[in-house]
Every structure is written in C-alpha cells, then in structure tokens.
C-alpha cells in the first residue's frame, strides 16, 4: 500500500472515530450547534432595538438589523464551535489514547487529520443550522448569484479550516481540557469586538484599527459583501490573507506539538 493511500485509510479511520465521539457525546454536541442559534435569537428580539440604533443614520428597522447580523453569526458560529475541538484534542492527549497510538502501525498526522475533518464539519453543521434559523426568522439574501453563493460557501470552510488548525493547538499545547477550552476563548471575544453586531466606523475613534484589522472583520464584511450586495473593498483580499495565515500558523504549529517526543 502506497504511503498516501496509506495516511488516507488511517484518516478516515479517525475521522469515523471522532464522529463516533460526537454521537457518544450528545450534550457537547448539541451545545455547541445550539449556542449560536440562543445568540442568534437573543440579538435579534432581545437586543435588536438597541443594537440596529447604530445602523446607518437614522438606524434600521429589525429585518434590516437581521440581514446585518446573520453573516456575522455565521462566523462567530465558526469561533464558538471550534473550541469543542481543542477540548476533544486535549482529552485525547491527557487520557493516554494518542501514547497508545504512537506504538501502533498508523499514520502518524491521521490522528490531528481526523480532528480538523471532523470538526469542519461539525462547524459547517453548525453554520447551515444558524442560517437556516436565520432564514426562518427572515433573513434574505439580495441579489447573489450562484457563483457569490459559491464563494460564500468557500470563505466559510476556509474559515473553519484555519480556526479549526489554530483549536488543535490550544488543545495541544492545553495541560486538561479545561485549560484547553480557556485557551479557545478569543476564538468567542473576537467576534464581539468585530464588525459582526454594529458597525466599525460606530465604534470610538481609539478603538476602531482593533476592530478593523482582527481576523473576523475583514471576513465578516466580505460575506455580507457576497450575500447582500454590500461593498467588499479591501476585505475579500485580507479575509484570504488571514485565513491563509492562520491555516498555516495552526497547521505548523500543531503538528510541531504533537511530533514533539513526549517527556
């Protein structure tokens, strides 16, 4: 058997085991597709009023506010979903299993492989239910094609794979799955300080650059740029830039942990 036919089978070997993992698991599942939809629901009929205040001049009305919300939960839902995956990495790790791999006959990178595989599609699970909740709250795309759609759908798994690399290795490098799941926490607080529920240019003056150049913005108003027809601009090159970065940044990373020979 060739080697890349070979990393192949052991991938898909770990990915079967870490769904079989979220099916053991129901109550971290369902939290984790469940949370963003609670933000979703709380932002638009709790907080709407007060937050669409800050859209445009005169403010805007609560259709408005939800077509400017949902790409960015979209995101965010990204953020909120990975950190499951640096719990589910560092629990491998401390419980022993990943030792016992490490004597075994198997591709050395197929057990991070099937983490990232699995949790892009946990991610993007999670980002169909957010949308579709969206929609039913009345969410519309205005004038998209197929192929904005298209490239909408790819930001999203570009997304998720990079934030998916970056999870890996705060669970690698995460002493328990506590300090693990502490460690994925900016992963949550980016979104809040990004363009996702109010506009940058609405925020103070200081505070702006911060909002403006943080992973999350740029991708943020790229997809609002391809769903609703909005100006894109600068974004769809910087959202690339730092996914491209951070998808790098993660992989590099990650694999440097978990190579490293245990102590």
């Not at 990178?109 to 009345?138: D, E, F, K, N, T």
């Not at 192929?147 to 970056?166: N, R």
């Not at 460690?183 to 702006?208: K, R, T």
Request: net charge neutral; glycine share 10%.
């Amino acid at each position: 058997m060739s080697s890349p036919t070979f990393a192949l089978r052991d991938s898909a070997t770990m990915l079967r085991r870490n769904l079989l993992h979220a099916r053991r698991y129901p109550s971290l599942t369902l939290n984790l597709l469940l949370t963003p939809v609670m933000l979703l629901l709380l932002f638009v009929y709790v907080f709407g009023d007060v937050m669409s205040a800050g859209i445009g001049e005169g403010g805007a009305d609560r259709s408005d506010y939800i077509a400017y919300l949902v790409p960015g939960l979209l995101l965010m839902t990204i953020g909120s979903t990975t950190i499951g995956t640096a719990v589910s990495v560092s629990m491998d790790m401390t419980e022993g299993i990943v030792a016992r791999f490490r004597t075994m006959a198997i591709h050395r990178g197929s057990v991070l492989v099937g983490h990232v595989v699995g949790s892009v599609a946990q991610c993007l699970m999670s980002v169909v239910l957010v949308g579709a909740v969206g929609a039913a709250i009345g969410f519309r795309s205005v004038g998209a094609t197929a192929l904005e759609w298209l490239a909408a759908f790819g930001l999203l798994v570009l997304f998720t794979l990079a934030l998916t690399w970056i999870a890996v290795g705060m669970g690698l490098v995460g002493p328990n799955p506590e300090a693990a799941s502490n460690n994925a926490v900016p992963l949550i607080f980016l979104p809040l300080i990004s363009s996702a529920f109010v506009p940058v240019d609405s925020m103070p003056g200081w505070f702006q650059p911060i909002a403006e150049y943080q992973p999350f913005t740029p991708a943020i108003e790229t997809l609002r740029g391809l769903l609703l027809g909005t100006g894109i601009g600068h974004n769809g090159w910087l959202a690339v830039v730092w996914c491209l970065g951070l998808a790098m940044l993660g992989y590099f990373w990650s694999t440097s942990l978990f190579n490293r020979d245990p102590k």
